[in-house]
């Protein structure tokens, strides 16, 4: 069984920075590629940005030049920095892995950081 667990979020003022954590136990980190979503209140989860096995990087074009992911396979974690950051990016934030094993897909989820930035 694999566990994602976030941390990193909190209150922060616009325009100032937070960076979230996400550990990964079990051993299908390497194998994986991951990502990070949110979901605001009222609203759907949505992608923020994504980071390959291999380090290549996606992410939403709300969060492109303020939001860097980046993973370190040999501590099993992946980052998300959030710079700039608008109130519009509050939200529960939510670390993702997904990957196959044995030709079998597998999708796991964290259980959600919040972040709240007061404007």
């Known amino acids: 069984q694999v566990q994602l667990v976030e941390s990193g979020g909190g209150l922060v003022q616009a325009g100032g920075s937070l960076t979230l954590s996400c550990a990964a136990s079990g051993s299908i980190f390497s194998n994986s590629a991951m990502g990070w979503y949110r979901q605001a209140p009222g609203k759907q989860r949505e992608l923020v940005a994504t980071?390959?096995?291999?380090?290549?990087?996606t992410y939403a074009d709300s969060v492109k030049g303020r939001f860097t992911i980046s993973r370190d396979n040999a501590k099993i974690t992946v980052y998300l920095q959030m710079n700039s950051l608008k109130p519009e990016d509050t939200a529960v934030y939510y670390c993702?892995?997904?990957?196959?094993?044995?030709?079998?897909?597998?999708?796991?989820w964290g259980q959600g950081t919040q972040v709240t930035v007061s404007s």
């Open positions: 993702n892995a997904v990957g196959a094993v044995a030709d079998i897909p597998y999708n796991y």
């Open positions: 980071i390959s096995r291999r380090g290549t990087t």
